[in-house]
């Protein structure tokens, strides 16, 4: 929470009525009333020099695309020139990395402004004079942490928050950062724990997801569990012999006279209330929505 927050809210208030402000964990959410709202409170919060960050409208944000069949070593710079020449705006050109190893991958990640053209890039058959394949870029499921603040659930394309290392949390981004060496006992920026960095996904400040509603059917777990279950055997007889099974006499003899229910047939009778069976429940869930045009200070 930036010091004064409410002066601002109400200097936003009082410019924009529209507006509807919530306060959501540790932020203030500031929902436009309109696309220039959203635009000229964002101006506001860079005038006043408030920590915030924008969710980009979806209208704003850049098509992403992954571009494969180029060698490993080939310059960004290239990417960005040769599809320029072809006539799309390019955002930004960044080369994927392998997670565990952080080696370069032969995979490049391109952002294309939208334009009306932009989609044409599909159609593209080579880059820097080599066939390629471009295909959508998907996302991995998971929390997306800043590479500025080190805070969650936005990027740092639109984070004006202060910026934080993740070393050291210093006033610098962890790739500005001079220590290059691996630090042997390192603290969490964000918990204050030692052990570990705050990208560590099991640190207690990193937010966990939530499963979703229907991810777990208890109905395909009776079924898969009933489906593993071992048919019931019939016990030990003595005096019994393999040809009188076969006859189909045994089964003649084992049933006692005056029973017409099965065993399974009565252990599906149904039970009252008094015999200890309380009634189903049900629940509720309240879905709310929220604005495309949001802000966070």
Same mark, same amino acid.
């Given at each position: 929470m930036v010091k004064d927050y409410n002066l601002i809210v109400q200097e936003i208030n009082r410019k924009f009525p529209s507006t509807v402000n919530k306060m959501t964990r540790k932020y203030i959410k500031v929902q436009p009333g309109s696309v220039?709202?959203?635009?000229d409170i964002t101006a506001l919060l860079?005038?006043?020099? *408030?920590?915030?960050?924008?969710?980009?409208?979806? #209208?704003?944000? @850049? /098509?992403?695309? =992954?571009i494969k069949g180029l060698p490993v070593d080939t310059d960004v710079a290239d990417i960005e020139a040769?599809?320029?020449?072809?006539?799309?705006?390019?955002?930004?050109? *960044?080369?994927?990395?392998?997670?565990?190893?952080? #080696?370069?991958? @032969? /995979?490049?990640? =391109?952002?294309?402004?939208?334009?009306?053209?932009?989609?044409?890039?599909?159609?593209?058959?080579?880059?820097?004079?080599?066939?390629?394949?471009?295909?959508?870029?998907r996302r991995k499921p998971g929390i997306t942490q800043c590479y500025n603040c080190n805070y969650f659930n936005h990027s740092s394309k639109n984070c004006k928050m202060n910026s934080r290392c993740l070393k050291f949390g210093k006033n610098h981004r962890t790739g500005e950062c001079n220590t290059k060496e691996k630090i042997e006992k390192p603290k969490c920026i964000n918990c204050n724990k030692e052990g570990h960095v705050a990208s560590l996904r099991s640190c207690s400040a990193f937010p966990k997801i939530k499963p979703k509603k229907g991810d777990a059917n208890p109905s395909n777990n009776k079924t898969?569990?009933?489906?593993?279950?071992?048919?019931?055997?019939?016990?030990?007889?003595?005096?019994?012999?393999?040809?009188?099974?076969?006859?189909?006499?045994?089964n003649q003899k084992m049933a006692p006279?005056?029973?017409?229910?099965?065993?399974?047939?009565?252990?599906?009778r149904p039970t009252t209330q008094s015999e200890g069976t309380s009634p189903p429940k049900t629940t509720l869930e309240l879905i709310s929505e929220t604005s495309q045009h949001t802000l966070r200070n």
């Amino acid at each position: 929470m930036v010091k004064d927050y409410n002066l601002i809210v109400q200097e936003i208030n009082r410019k924009f009525p529209s507006t509807v402000n919530k306060m959501t964990r540790k932020y203030i959410k500031v929902q436009p009333g309109s696309v220039d709202d959203h635009r000229d409170i964002t101006a506001l919060l860079e005038a006043r020099k *408030a920590e915030h960050y924008v969710i980009d409208r979806l #209208a704003n944000r @850049p /098509i992403k695309i =992954v571009i494969k069949g180029l060698p490993v070593d080939t310059d960004v710079a290239d990417i960005e020139a040769d599809l320029v020449q072809k006539g799309f705006a390019i955002e930004k050109v *960044a080369q994927l990395r392998k997670f565990s190893t952080k #080696a370069p991958l @032969p /995979i490049f990640m =391109v952002e294309v402004r939208r334009t009306e053209t932009a989609q044409d890039i599909y159609d593209a058959k080579n880059v820097c004079y080599l066939c390629v394949t471009i295909d959508p870029f998907r996302r991995k499921p998971g929390i997306t942490q800043c590479y500025n603040c080190n805070y969650f659930n936005h990027s740092s394309k639109n984070c004006k928050m202060n910026s934080r290392c993740l070393k050291f949390g210093k006033n610098h981004r962890t790739g500005e950062c001079n220590t290059k060496e691996k630090i042997e006992k390192p603290k969490c920026i964000n918990c204050n724990k030692e052990g570990h960095v705050a990208s560590l996904r099991s640190c207690s400040a990193f937010p966990k997801i939530k499963p979703k509603k229907g991810d777990a059917n208890p109905s395909n777990n009776k079924t898969q569990n009933k489906a593993n279950t071992l048919p019931k055997t019939r016990p030990v007889e003595a005096n019994l012999s393999y040809a009188s099974v076969c006859s189909g006499k045994i089964n003649q003899k084992m049933a006692p006279q005056g029973i017409t229910a099965s065993h399974d047939q009565e252990s599906h009778r149904p039970t009252t209330q008094s015999e200890g069976t309380s009634p189903p429940k049900t629940t509720l869930e309240l879905i709310s929505e929220t604005s495309q045009h949001t802000l966070r200070n």
